[in-house]
């Protein structure tokens, strides 16, 4: 077993159990912190996957952004709602989740199916991107085609994004607005 | 060497794993928690099949774009979520049940 596939699945290990751990938790702190951790272990996979850039990407935004979000929304909501959500039976297996369980399940069966009936491998464009030596290098030179790209090529959905984004944060930043302060 | 399959594999289980949280929990900022799971082993999947594409990047750039909207999504999430627990005094999915003030 090379080192590479030792990592992959300790990668894999702590990133699905983080986030079972998530599902099981009660506490609602623990769960985001735990999700802290499948964020760093999905980065790593993302390594493996010799994508690199996006990696470090996936670590500023998510745990530099979303997850500092996700925090001031939670301390802002106030105690006694959360209160509230630790007192309520919320055991793993219960009655109450079997919807869940079943749905989650029926999902896993799903793709699961599809996955190994696709043949994902043996695909006909990876194989020739294979033969055709299209794959990331390992070297670390594929992030200045990344930059290359991302400023050519894909230039469009860039701006499209970017106006998006903008957009998104102008309206968060009105809705949070308390109401009554100087409303027009 | 890793196979796609792996990965997707991966992917699949993640995805699960969100379906259950956003079904089961009984908090809006869970449920987000949920929903950026799933995203991820979206993510997870472009990432993975980007790896063989060496010309155009196509996967990898997608990631990047599909990571700043998610992003985006959650900062007017947790807005929605804010003014919600200001008017209702709770952030449990199943009591907001009025549209009306």
Redesign the interface.
């Given at each position: 077993m090379s080192m590479i596939k030792i990592l992959f699945y300790l990668m894999a290990f702590i990133t699905l159990g983080s986030a079972l751990v998530v599902a099981a938790g009660k506490n609602l702190v623990r769960s985001i912190f735990m999700f802290f951790v499948t964020l760093f272990g999905l980065a790593g996979l993302y390594v493996l996957a010799l994508a690199d850039f996006v990696a470090v990407t996936q670590i500023v935004i998510y745990v530099g952004g979303i997850l500092v979000l996700i925090l001031f929304a939670f301390m802002l909501s106030g105690k006694e709602a959360l209160d509230k959500v630790e007192v309520q039976k919320n055991k793993f297996i219960s009655l109450s989740n079997a919807p869940a369980f079943f749905l989650a399940g029926l999902f896993a069966v799903i793709m699961l199916n599809v996955i190994f009936k696709a043949h994902v491998d043996q695909l006909p464009w990876v194989i020739e991107s294979v033969k055709a030596g299209n794959t990331m290098p390992i070297d670390g030179t594929g992030i200045n085609k990344i930059g290359v790209n991302l400023m050519t090529r894909y230039l469009l959905p860039f701006e499209v994004i970017s106006i998006l984004l903008m957009v998104a944060l102008v309206g968060a930043a009105h809705l949070s607005r308390r109401e009554g302060a100087n409303q027009v | 060497?890793?196979?796609?399959?792996?990965?997707?594999?991966?992917s699949?289980?993640?995805?699960?794993?969100?379906?259950?949280?956003i079904?089961?929990k009984?908090?809006a900022?869970?449920v987000?928690?949920g929903i950026?799971?799933m995203l991820?082993a979206a993510?997870?999947n472009l990432?993975?099949f980007?790896?063989?594409?060496?010309?155009?990047?196509g996967?990898?750039?997608?990631?990047?774009?599909a990571?700043?909207?998610?992003?985006?999504?959650?900062?007017?999430a947790?807005?929605?979520?804010?003014?919600v627990?200001?008017r209702y005094?709770?952030?449990?999915p199943d009591k907001i049940n009025q549209l009306k003030d």
């Amino acid at each position: 077993m090379s080192m590479i596939k030792i990592l992959f699945y300790l990668m894999a290990f702590i990133t699905l159990g983080s986030a079972l751990v998530v599902a099981a938790g009660k506490n609602l702190v623990r769960s985001i912190f735990m999700f802290f951790v499948t964020l760093f272990g999905l980065a790593g996979l993302y390594v493996l996957a010799l994508a690199d850039f996006v990696a470090v990407t996936q670590i500023v935004i998510y745990v530099g952004g979303i997850l500092v979000l996700i925090l001031f929304a939670f301390m802002l909501s106030g105690k006694e709602a959360l209160d509230k959500v630790e007192v309520q039976k919320n055991k793993f297996i219960s009655l109450s989740n079997a919807p869940a369980f079943f749905l989650a399940g029926l999902f896993a069966v799903i793709m699961l199916n599809v996955i190994f009936k696709a043949h994902v491998d043996q695909l006909p464009w990876v194989i020739e991107s294979v033969k055709a030596g299209n794959t990331m290098p390992i070297d670390g030179t594929g992030i200045n085609k990344i930059g290359v790209n991302l400023m050519t090529r894909y230039l469009l959905p860039f701006e499209v994004i970017s106006i998006l984004l903008m957009v998104a944060l102008v309206g968060a930043a009105h809705l949070s607005r308390r109401e009554g302060a100087n409303q027009v | 060497m890793i196979t796609q399959q792996d990965f997707m594999i991966i992917s699949v289980m993640l995805f699960c794993i969100g379906v259950f949280i956003i079904v089961s929990k009984k908090n809006a900022i869970q449920v987000l928690i949920g929903i950026e799971l799933m995203l991820n082993a979206a993510i997870l999947n472009l990432v993975a099949f980007g790896k063989l594409d060496r010309a155009n990047n196509g996967g990898q750039v997608f990631a990047l774009f599909a990571i700043v909207l998610a992003a985006a999504t959650t900062a007017v999430a947790l807005a929605i979520i804010l003014n919600v627990y200001r008017r209702y005094k709770t952030i449990d999915p199943d009591k907001i049940n009025q549209l009306k003030d």
